[in-house]
């Protein structure tokens, strides 16, 4: 069956780095468009990064852009979202989506940027 799996997520210091990875199986990862969101507490979930099904194109949202890196490895079915000088306020669940006729969810890993 479909299942994407985070992970990488946990407790880090404002200023240090994390990297989340999303592991997928049970459909065709080299055809989906790829997507981090994150939903902090109390808020909306929110798209942080699209990633394009060949990895050729990337978008960022203005708050992580300089920050935050997407990156896809389709051999392994795994994509990526390397996060660096991380600010409190990017405190939240990370999710990945897969997109294409169908969307997919993971079930998300907590990042917790605190002192």
């Known amino acids: 069956q479909v299942q994407l799996v985070e992970s990488g997520g946990g407790l880090v210091q404002p200023g240090g780095s994390l990297r989340l990875s999303c592991a997928a199986s049970?459909?065709?990862?080299?055809?989906?468009?790829m997507r981090w969101y994150r939903q902090a507490p109390g808020k909306e979930r929110e798209l942080v990064a699209t990633?394009?099904?060949?990895?050729?194109?990337?978008n960022y949202a203005d708050s992580v852009t300089g920050r935050f890196t997407i990156s896809r490895d389709n051999a392994k079915n795994i994509v990526y979202l390397q996060m660096n000088s991380l600010k409190p306020e990017d405190t939240a669940i990370y999710y990945c989506?897969?997109?294409?006729?169908?969307?997919?969810w993971g079930q998300g890993t907590q990042v917790t940027v605190s002192s």
């Open positions: 989506r897969a997109d294409r006729f169908l969307s997919y």
């Open positions: 049970g459909f065709t990862f080299r055809t989906c468009t």
């Open positions: 990633i394009s099904s060949g990895g050729g194109s990337t």
